[in-house]
């Protein structure tokens, strides 16, 4: 949802940053993995310290660049197989530093297995909900659907962890993290659907 209803808003407001970019010789590549280290860094260095605002601060900084590395790769015709590859992979690393890092917390000095537990649901199944699409892709099938993308999954972690370190009581966390799950179970399970259609349709 977000990535149809917002990808032209931040494609306008950080195309003079591309531009900006491109004009001093830094390559869409460079960009990709700048952006996933601070991410990993934000997420990673301030989470599992309970700094949930600061890290969340740090990430959004970063995050932003997958935005970025695609403007510049379409403005300087530099659009490759490999670009979309890097950018993908680089993609997971994120995700997956994000939900670590609480997990780390909840694991650790935040005391609370059940915690732990949603955000390591999370984790995976987000994972999953990736594959199941790259694999159908792979094999000659689509699989463009689901009720939980990875920009609304995103979105929606980021937001309530850094309202959660601000002023929001932590039980709101809680509750994100368990339809997060829930739904990105719903999106593999879609998926798998989608193809098996694909797959046992008569051939024509």
């Known amino acids: 949802m977000l990535n149809r209803y917002a990808r032209a808003f931040f494609t306008k407001l950080l195309t003079p940053v591309a531009k900006l970019l491109l004009g001093l010789g830094i390559s869409p590549d460079i960009v990709t993995v700048v952006g996933t280290l601070g991410v990993c860094f934000g997420a990673l260095a301030f989470y599992p310290r309970h700094e949930f605002l600061v890290g969340t601060i740090v990430i959004t900084a970063f995050v932003f660049s997958d935005t970025v590395d695609g403007i510049?790769?379409?403005?300087?015709?530099?659009?490759?197989?490999?670009?979309?590859y890097l950018d993908s992979t680089l993609d997971r690393v994120g995700d997956a530093a994000v939900f670590g890092g609480l997990v780390l917390w909840y694991a650790g000095d935040g005391d609370q297995p059940y915690m732990a537990g949603l955000a390591l649901a999370c984790l995976i199944l987000g994972s999953v909900v990736s594959y199941a699409k790259a694999r159908a892709e792979g094999l000659g099938f689509t699989a463009n659907v689901g009720i939980a993308e990875r920009a609304d999954r995103l979105v929606a972690v980021l937001v309530t962890t850094g309202l959660v370190g601000w002023f929001l009581p932590e039980i709101v966390l809680t509750v994100v993290l368990a339809l997060l799950a829930l739904a990105s179970l719903v999106t593999v399970v879609q998926r798998m659907l989608a193809v098996r259609r694909q797959a046992l349709a008569p051939t024509p």
């Open 72 to 84: 510049m790769a379409r403005s300087s015709g530099r659009s490759s197989s490999w670009g979309a």
